[in-house]
């Protein structure tokens, strides 16, 4: 069902919008709209430019809220402007402490760079200040590719003034220093060039060797991270220190600036030296009665509630109120699409006929009592809308597993309270021998077109639409003919006597006429100027072509609910393949691995089939006939606070 709602219009002077906020709209569910967009035919209204000042502070306070890691505060209130306080006062505390991480990050860096220059060197077991002070023989740390160090070797080495140590080495390049007289520094840097030689400036400064220097650096890493943890852990206590602050401080700024985003949606207006505020939104009935009367003692608040909806131009929004046991479906009328506010809900329909459908293609008692405890105990525990709708759809299993005799595929447990799905068989003139389940599946799939075409003429009226009322193929006119075909197949099937030919014609011909012209027919009763398009011939056609559509519609889609019988066979056909693959077939002891792992199969991938099936019932042969879901969602506005 569909909440009745009320516009509402709310005014009062500018200096207490935020008090009016606090007060009611935390109280009452109201879907805000945008005033200037309401009143844009007004004069004198202007839109609210005031930014938002606790934008900030509550960006702020939710970084510090997530550096508490999820720590479990004490509840606590605070002032406005108590919590900002508290949120500058750590914000500062907490910048402080970026910027000493940041220098000691920077330090941390520079050493990690040192190690990794000077970790190839390590084997060089010579101080290294001695080598950094020859005079008369030069050095050159750095790398070489492999390939080239092998050429190095194999032809220019002995010829060249130098001495290559080689260091370290992976597949790729050998790290090493090599020594070159001073005179001879220039010819041989450039061979070692030509080589692909890249050179490492050894900075000065180390102290030792090189291996004594990679020590001195790595504790320094140590001191450094050991540094920055500690940092790390200290800002960590002063927050959990101030933990209970920082949270209530986030809630209150979380409130006052959803309070003051209220202002966007808002217009002012002036009045002499006075300024006042405009708000409006939608209302459910029940809560727009109930704000009247309260606001009816606030002397500072003007509220006004428009009944109609001609004068607003946004559309009511949908809200669903479903009684608590037919709400998990709502999941299923929602992926189709929203009711408009002025259609009829299908949810209600759509638990019924579902569960139903379900529980007579998937009969058993066993299996309908493992799904409806099995859902049940998930929507306890895990609040899961589809847990909800299979548990609903193990009820109507069971008893559907009653009226078939079927326990857990067994046949000869319990006698069948009205039949076997595979042995029930009926005959039917000029057909013969016919399974009565699929013949009670497609009357049923009748009874309930029907019906859905029922719902389609009660949205017609609602909504004003005269053509989907009257002329559609699913308003009163298809109505008439797909019913008088039910009444005929009905009368035939059951050996009655038929109408006579005049009631057949007129029942028949004239709805079918009707549904052809109904264009013409439309705008007869709405009263245009024209009433036939201009291309008669292309009109004429064109209608008995999709005339001819609609005769074809009907039948595939009475036929569709042939599936029902055939499922509700087919599951018995599998639950006898079962017992048959467990040696239960004729009395036998059976296999009680092979039952359990045979039931939780078919009631896995058959339950899942079944399910998707009847959805596909529910789309396109009911909710095709009655249902267009364009409404728009209710959305209240409710501040923080109300939600805590």
């Known amino acids: 069902m569909i909440a009745k709602m009320k516009f509402i219009n709310m005014i009062g002077p500018k200096d207490d919008l935020d008090i009016i906020v606090e007060k009611y709209l935390s109280k009452y569910e109201i879907q805000l709209e945008n005033t200037m ?33 999820h720590a479990d505060p004490l509840k606590k209130t605070v002032g406005a402007q108590k919590a900002i306080e508290i949120v500058e006062s750590l914000d500062g505390k907490r910048e402080r402490f970026r910027k000493k991480r940041g220098m000691l990050e920077e330090k941390k860096q520079k050493i990690a760079k040192a190690i990794q220059d000077i970790e190839p060197y390590r084997n060089v077991n010579h101080d290294i200040r001695d080598i950094l002070h020859f005079h008369s023989i030069k050095f050159r740390f750095g790398k070489i590719p492999v390939e080239f160090y092998e050429k190095l070797e194999r032809y220019v080495y002995d010829e060249l003034s130098t001495i290559f140590y080689k260091c370290q080495s ?42 004594e220097a990679y020590e001195i650096f790595t504790q320094k890493m140590e001191k450094a991270e050991s540094t920055i943890a500690k940092l790390e852990e200290k800002m960590e206590q002063d927050l959990l220190e101030s933990l209970d602050d920082i949270y209530a401080a986030r809630d209150e ?20 030296d006075k300024t006042f505020f ?73 638990a019924l006929t579902y569960s139903f459908i379900f529980g007579a293609m998937f009969g058993d008692v066993g299996q309908g009592l493992f799904l409806l405890i099995g859902g049940a105990l998930l929507y306890k525990f895990k609040k899961m809308d589809l847990a909800a709708i299979i548990s609903c759809c193990g009820i109507f299993s069971t008893f559907f597993g009653f009226m078939f005799g079927s326990v857990f595929g067994f046949e000869d447990v319990i006698d069948a309270v009205w039949l076997r799905p595979l042995s029930a068989m009926t005959t039917l003139p000029f057909i013969g021998k016919l399974n009565t389940v699929f013949v009670i599946a497609i009357a049923f799939g009748m009874g309930l077109v029907l ?14 639409n005269m053509e989907a009322a009257l002329f559609d193929t699913n308003g009163i006119a298809g109505f008439v003919f797909y019913a008088a075909v039910v009444a005929v197949v009905v009368l035939f099937m059951t050996g009655q006597k038929l109408p006579a030919g005049i009631v057949l014609v007129v029942m028949f011909v004239v709805p079918l006429l ?26 004429f056609v064109q209608a008995f072509f999709e005339l001819f559509e609609v005769l074809l519609s009907y039948f595939s889609n009475t036929l569709s609910f042939v ?27 059976p296999n009680w691995i092979v039952i359990v792992l045979g039931n939780l199969f078919v009631c896995g991938m058959e339950g899942l089939i079944v399910g998707i099936q009847v959805l596909r019932l529910q789309y396109y042969e009911f909710f095709s006939r009655f249902y267009r879901g364009g409404g728009r969602e209710f959305k209240p506005y409710r501040t923080s606070k109300a939600v805590k």
């Open 451 to 464: 019906l859905t075409m029922m719902f389609h003429i009660i949205n017609g009226f609602k909504q004003k």
């Open 37 to 69: 967009a309401e009143l844009k035919d007004l004069q004198n209204v202007t839109p609210c430019m005031e930014v938002n000042p606790y934008k900030d502070s509550l960006a702020k306070a939710e970084e510090l809220a997530a550096m508490t890691k």
């Open 253 to 272: 700024l979380a409130v006052l600036s959803e309070n003051f985003e209220v202002r966007k949606l808002a217009a002012y207006t002036h009045s002499g």
């Open 563 to 589: 599936r029902i019988g055939a499922f509700a066979v087919s599951h018995a056909a599998m639950m006898e393949v079962v017992l048959m693959l467990a040696g239960a077939e004729n009395g036998a002891s």
């Open 170 to 211: 992976n597949a790729e390049y050998i790290w090493g220093v090599y020594f070159v007289p001073a005179t001879e520094a220039e010819k041989v840097d450039a061979v070692y060039a030509s080589l692909h030689f890249e050179r490492f400036h050894m900075p000065e400064g180390y102290e030792g060797t090189l291996e």
């Open 278 to 350: 405009i708000l409006c939104g939608w209302m459910t009935k029940k809560d727009a009665e109930k704000f009247e009367k309260e606001v009816e003692q606030d002397e500072n608040v003007f509220c006004i509630i428009e009944d109609g909806q001609e004068n607003n131009l946004s559309k009511p929004p949908t809200k669903l109120e479903n009684p608590k046991i037919f709400k998990p479906f709502e999941m299923f009328v929602r992926m189709y699409g929203l009711p408009d506010y002025n259609e009829f809900d299908p949810t209600i329909f759509m």
């Open 514 to 539: 009707v549904m052809a012209l109904k264009e013409p027919l439309t705008a007869l009763v709405e009263k245009k100027s024209e009433v036939m398009p201009k291309e008669k011939g292309m009109f």
